[in-house]
């Protein structure tokens, strides 16, 4: 005898809940919260932004992007503050365990690369981890630049 399994309807269905951009939300909130009472972690609010990387996408939108330059692997937030002798912070951002996902292969190369270019590259497992990571890596000197700034010939100046 066969046996007809019925699917639930789609109001019975456990919702798929996303702890990772719940968690990055709060501590993009906490940035605000820091800038707002100017401690010293503060300036990294205006210096972070966050890389689309995640979500699925369709085939013919996934590839427009990897043309346009898209690269898995690439690291949640970055900090473009020059502390402690490097250039910025990539922090890739994982939910707090054992709600957060394996770190992939790509994403671990792109630590390793961003490292070897002079950044600081760091895994954040949860918001307060992540945090953490935030107010050791701001209350480290500034990076000072020796020597005159070299510019470029080329580009549309800007600052006018």
Same mark, same amino acid.
């Given at each position: 005898?066969?046996?007809?399994?019925?699917?639930?309807?789609?109001?019975?269905?456990?919702?798929h809940?996303?702890?990772?951009?719940?968690?990055?939300t709060?501590?993009?909130?906490?940035?605000?919260?820091?800038?707002?009472?100017?401690?010293?972690?503060?300036?990294a609010?205006?210096?972070?932004?966050?890389?689309?990387n995640?979500?699925?996408?369709?085939?013919? &939108?996934?590839t +427009?992007?990897?043309?346009?330059? %898209?690269?898995?692997?690439?690291?949640d937030? @970055?900090? *473009?503050?020059?502390?402690?002798?490097?250039?910025?912070?990539?922090?890739?951002f994982?939910?707090?365990?054992?709600?957060?996902?394996?770190?992939? &292969?790509?994403? +671990?190369?792109?630590?390793?690369t %961003?490292?070897e270019?002079?950044?600081?590259? @760091?895994? *954040?497992?949860?918001?307060?981890?992540?945090k953490?990571?935030?107010?050791?890596?701001?209350?480290?000197p500034?990076?000072?630049?020796?020597?005159?700034?070299?510019?470029?010939?080329?580009?549309?100046?800007?600052?006018?």
């Amino acid at each position: 005898m066969t046996t007809i399994t019925q699917r639930k309807p789609a109001s019975a269905r456990r919702k798929h809940v996303d702890h990772e951009g719940t968690e990055q939300t709060a501590l993009i909130m906490w940035l605000y919260g820091e800038k707002q009472r100017q401690s010293v972690i503060g300036p990294a609010y205006a210096c972070t932004y966050a890389v689309p990387n995640g979500g699925s996408r369709h085939r013919v &939108e996934a590839t +427009k992007f990897k043309r346009q330059g %898209v690269r898995a692997g690439v690291s949640d937030l @970055v900090i *473009a503050c020059a502390r402690g002798g490097h250039h910025g912070l990539y922090l890739e951002f994982k939910a707090t365990p054992p709600k957060h996902a394996a770190t992939s &292969e790509g994403q +671990k190369e792109w630590l390793a690369t %961003v490292e070897e270019q002079g950044y600081c590259a @760091v895994l *954040a497992r949860g918001l307060e981890e992540a945090k953490a990571v935030i107010r050791e890596y701001m209350n480290m000197p500034a990076t000072a630049v020796h020597g005159p700034r070299q510019s470029l010939t080329h580009g549309t100046e800007w600052r006018s």
